[in-house]
């Protein structure tokens, strides 16, 4: 059963990955793009942590790409509101 709903958040992860990396198609804003590959790590991770077994959310192997997606989402609201100055 924890396979299965890791598996549905991978792809809410992904979809979300997707409706982001359409907005970044359409304006070539680097903040969409960045949104898109946090989503797009997030999603890898869940698949990750499903497919490995006994593998847990708390070891760094899989802390460590979660760590790099928020960080990627923290750049993009901090590129983003720079550039209004």
């Not at 359409?26 to 006994?54: G, K, M, N, Q, Y």
């Amino acid at each position: 059963m924890e396979d299965v709903l890791a598996g549905a958040i991978a792809a809410g992860w992904l979809v979300a990955g997707l409706y982001f990396f359409r907005f970044w198609r359409r304006t070539r804003d680097r903040f969409f793009l960045l949104f898109a590959i946090s989503f797009w790590i997030e999603s890898a991770d869940r698949v990750a942590l499903a497919l490995v077994p006994f593998a847990s959310e708390n070891e760094p192997l899989f802390y460590v790409p979660r760590l790099m997606a928020y960080g990627l989402i923290l750049l993009a609201i901090w590129r983003k509101n720079r550039e209004r100055r």
